[in-house]
């Protein structure tokens, strides 16, 4: 190592006393000094980083005429409810708001049915074919496995098109015939905005490398209790994978939520609309109407925020054990 | 093992009064039977959504397919021959290397800085971990709705706070200057990469024993020297997941761009994915629109293989 060569130093600085009580790793002297400076960078620069969204939050009670007042204003005069009732398009609107353009609460509850059908499906689906890599010898597994493993390298954007096609072509669905033609298929549905989403390569690989950990003796203990397949996997495998099920359902949600070009894509009928989409083609249709835009804002990045806090130790162990973000 | 399974149909005669390796593998089968049961949903999605489309796309590339002709004429190599000599597909590139050359090293920069800093055991250190991480978990819309706003030329909060530290003289207009706008959606996009940036190098400082710093302590070593010789080396793996992984997201990025720019100025952000996008689905041109998708996919293998290659080198 290269610290040998630093040992010259060793004579300029006294040594420190061995019964000095350590406390930490850090790389920093925990003088004083040391953490005022920290605090120093620390607080300024979480408080630019939360800036934005107390801006929004505040921005969201304002009115229009508010927010384009100069000096911006943190504390609202006089807050109002409109920016939300408008982009839920809830209660009596003026003819000025409905002007003004309005949202509608069906894309939040959209969201929250896609995204919470995606995750319950995903690590159900992921952790059934993880536990088969994991825990069963059958033949034909290790093709399957690395299968499952080479297409992680592909950008999702090249399977894109083709599943816009193989949506639109699904048989039997959206006036399709069994050859898949003549109609619509998925596009513009439930079906479509959940289904492509329901399984996941990398999830797979989470969870079967957690499963590998648990000890075959307990599965073999449970065969003989008489336990049949299901059961086993149901109560003892999943119940030992807790961590692991927990990441890949808050990171499958996590995506799921804030996804926005695959729903842009499949997409036709605001009636479909999910929250990231809505408000993104809001931006593009009523350019002005500013305070319906944030209180829209608001109720996206809500769900978001609050899993987050609930579930903070569960997510940044989550990140650190994946390294991976939505 | 599958080997057996695939293997059996060509080599290895059966031994003599041995039900056949064949037989022997289809018996093994029916005995896991429910094994492929717990396969089969995730692995029939798999097949649908990523194999046939991954062949499905590759089909396209050789075609003229566009979603409004009738005719969807086999053209050989013709849109790889576009792709190559493509104005717009170059510039697409260059701007998103630009992106990812600039967001990427800043945030793992930035990132690293304050997982030292809340690596120390100070007071609400969870505090100023969860104010740092916020905006990772803000959807990308949200975040690019808000700062659109923040960028406003008129009434923009970055306009009225700069003016009135007279950093500058006339309202700038970020979004739509051609000079500008990129650097713009850099700095938000910075600003949502740095939390995670921040968690993973924190995870990997932790992961540093405690006695390489007493050995460099002992041996008269400074904090700037410390982190020289210690901190930085030892979080190399970690350097090199962020690298790979940032440039790898950052080749696909799209939100941002549609909602804060659309492409604009004079295409001075339309990044590569931005590119496919309008190709596939704002002119129908899906067999062009998969052929950039697959020279994307290219340029993400090149990237990350230059990635991998310069570590192992600088290893050595």
């Known amino acids: 190592m290269t610290l040998t060569t630093r040992t010259r130093k060793t004579l300029d600085r006294p040594v420190r006393e061995p019964d000095r009580p350590r406390r930490g790793r850090g790389v920093n002297e925990h003088s004083t000094r040391a953490k005022v400076l920290t605090y120093l960078v620390l607080a300024p620069g979480a408080i630019l980083f939360v800036a934005p969204f107390a801006w929004l939050l505040s921005a969201s009670f304002q009115p229009l005429s508010e927010i384009f007042h100069s000096p911006p204003t943190w504390i609202p005069s006089h807050p109002t409810l409109a920016g939300y009732k408008g982009f839920l398009n809830l209660g009596h609107l003026t003819d000025a708001q409905k002007g003004a353009g309005h949202g509608d609460w069906r894309w939040f509850a959209n969201s929250a049915f896609v995204a919470g059908s995606i995750t319950v499906l995903n690590t159900l689906f992921n952790a059934m074919a993880a536990y088969c890599f994991a825990k069963r010898k059958f033949p034909g597994r290790n093709v399957i496995f690395v299968l499952f493993l080479s297409t992680m390298m592909v950008p999702p954007q090249v399977t894109l098109i083709p599943n816009y096609l193989i949506i639109k072509h699904i048989p039997f669905f959206g006036g399709n015939d069994i050859f898949g033609n003549g109609g619509h298929g998925w596009l513009d549905s439930y079906y479509g905005l959940i289904m492509p989403g329901t399984v996941s390569a990398f999830g797979i690989f989470l969870l079967r490398q957690y499963m590998l950990s648990i000890p075959d003796d307990l599965l073999d203990a449970a065969r003989i209790d008489g336990a049949g397949d299901w059961r086993i996997f149901w109560r003892v495998v999943m119940p030992l994978c807790g961590p692991a099920l927990a990441a890949n359902a808050i990171f499958t949600f996590q995506g799921a939520w804030e996804d926005f070009l695959w729903p842009l894509i499949i997409t036709d009928s605001p009636d479909h609309y999910t929250a990231p989409l809505g408000l993104a083609l809001f931006v593009v249709q009523n350019r002005t109407s500013w305070n319906l835009l944030f209180a829209g804002s608001v109720i996206a990045t809500l769900p978001m925020v609050v899993i987050f806090l609930i579930f903070q130790r569960r997510f940044i162990q989550g990140i650190s054990l994946t390294g991976v973000k939505g | ?316």
């Open chain 2, 1 to 316: 093992m599958t080997a057996v399974a695939t293997e059996s149909k060509h080599r290895g005669a059966p031994a003599p009064r041995r039900p056949s390796r064949t037989r022997r593998t289809l018996r093994r089968m029916w005995r896991e039977r429910s094994a492929y049961g717990f396969l089969a949903p995730g692995f029939l999605i798999f097949s649908l959504f990523t194999l046939y489309a991954l062949g499905y796309a590759f089909y396209l590339t050789f075609h003229d397919w566009n979603i409004i002709e009738p005719n969807k004429p086999f053209v050989g190599l013709q849109n790889y021959k576009d792709m190559i000599h493509d104005e717009e597909f170059r510039r697409s590139i260059i701007n998103t290397v630009y992106f990812t050359g600039a967001s990427v090293p800043v945030s793992m920069v930035i990132g690293l800085a304050l997982a030292m800093l809340l690596n120390q055991p100070i007071r609400l250190r969870g505090l100023f971990r969860t104010m740092y991480f916020l905006p990772v978990v803000t959807p990308f819309v949200v975040a690019s709705i808000l700062w659109k706003w923040f960028y406003n030329g008129d009434f923009g909060l970055f306009n009225f706070y700069l003016l009135k530290a007279h950093l500058i003289d006339k309202p700038l207009l970020w979004l739509s200057s051609q000079n500008l706008a990129m650097p713009a959606v850099i700095l938000m996009s910075v600003w949502g990469a740095i939390g995670f940036n921040m968690v993973i190098y924190l995870a990997g400082l932790q992961s540093i024993p405690a006695e390489l710093y007493e050995a460099a302590r002992i041996d008269g070593a400074g904090v700037v020297a410390r982190i020289r010789y210690v901190t930085i080396p030892m979080l190399r793996p970690t350097t090199l997941f962020l690298l790979v992984i940032g440039s790898i997201f950052s080749f696909q990025v799209f939100t941002q761009i549609f909602v804060m720019t659309s492409g604009g100025p004079a295409e001075r952000t339309t990044t590569i994915v931005y590119l496919i996008y309008e190709t596939g689905f704002k002119f129908y041109d899906m067999g062009y629109a998969s052929t950039l998708a697959f020279g994307l996919f290219a340029l993400t293998l090149v990237l990350t293989v230059v990635q991998l290659r310069l570590y192992r080198n600088s290893n050595q």
